[in-house]
């Protein structure tokens, strides 16, 4: 197996491509050449083949390319990492958030902390299948795609940030951009160009909301306001050693999660709340 690793890496495969391929060519070499590969007849060595490959990297090296969120439980910052799926799965929300078992139990005996676990996993979910699944009108503009993504682009940063043990405060900036970029990709679904946003918004993220409110009656415009307006203002910030506290940074972060998900919920027929069955309201950002 480490052999034909090998080989696939000196030839140019990406891990991705390796991860099937690898077991392909082993079940070559061993005489099969047709053969089940997952479900109810899956060769015994071909488990073994893929248990061999899978002990060699580490998870997130096989990870499939999902989105990843952040939520804050308490002032502790927890990775919400939302899969590929395809079909109509049963979605267990806690079992895609990395927290302990003893902060999942008690986060579902608390309401308030249930309900702000349950308003980010739906918006981090909304970002990675809405982007997927834009609307007809908007499939084809380049700018749309290119800016929604940027802002993906910038939460995985923060998210990434926030969990992985670095200094807390290098996530606001990534959080500003995701902000700016998403309500800038939703001005670019009304058909106005690059430098027309540039030249009409700057970095006026009030004036893109209020825009947005005009073409999108469903758009949560008072919402997004609130949020923006208890974010740090994205030009000072760069240059301030003044750098907001824990806590005030995972509520900027959380707070780019919602408006992201909102643009994406305008852009895309995705609204995953709705697959909840109770339904649940929204209690966050309030």
């Known amino acids: ?104 139990l008690t986060i579902q005996q608390e309401p308030q902390e249930l309900a702000i676990f349950m308003d980010q996993f739906t918006d981090v979910a909304d970002i990675q299948y809405g982007i997927s699944d834009l609307k007809r009108a908007f499939h084809g503009l380049e700018l749309v795609g290119r800016f929604i993504g940027l802002s993906r682009l910038q939460l995985h940063a923060a998210a990434a940030i926030l969990t992985g043990g670095y200094d807390f405060r290098g996530a606001v900036q990534c959080a500003l951009l995701a902000t700016e970029l998403s309500l800038k990709a939703g001005a670019a679904g009304q058909g106005l160009t690059e430098p027309q946003i540039k030249t009409q918004f700057g970095h006026n993220l009030k004036a893109l909301v209020d825009a947005l409110n005009v073409a999108w009656p469903a758009f949560d415009a008072d919402r997004v306001r609130r949020v923006i307006t208890q974010q740090p203002s994205y030009v000072p910030n760069r240059y301030s050693a003044e750098q907001p506290a824990r806590r005030v940074v995972g509520h900027t972060v959380m707070g780019a999660q919602y408006i992201a998900s909102e643009v994406v919920r305008q852009l895309s027929d995705t609204h995953v709340r709705r697959a909840f069955n109770p339904p649940f309201s929204r209690h966050y950002p309030a």
Do not use: W
């Not at 390796?18 to 060519?25: F, G, K, L």
């Not at 099969?32 to 007849?41: D, I, K, Q, S, T």
């Open 1 to 104: 197996m480490v052999k034909t690793d090998a080989d696939l890496f000196n030839q140019g495969l990406d891990i991705k491509q390796r991860d099937m391929e690898v077991s392909h060519r082993l079940m070559q070499h061993f005489g099969f050449e047709h053969y089940v590969v997952f479900g109810a007849g899956k060769p015994a060595i071909l488990e073994r083949i893929n248990a061999i490959f899978r002990s060699f990297y580490r998870p997130q090296d096989l990870a499939s390319g999902g989105h990843i969120g952040v939520f804050m439980c308490r002032d502790i910052f927890a990775r919400i990492g939302i899969p590929v799926i395809f079909g109509s799965p049963k979605l267990d929300p806690f079992r895609y958030v990395e927290l302990t078992p003893a902060q999942c």
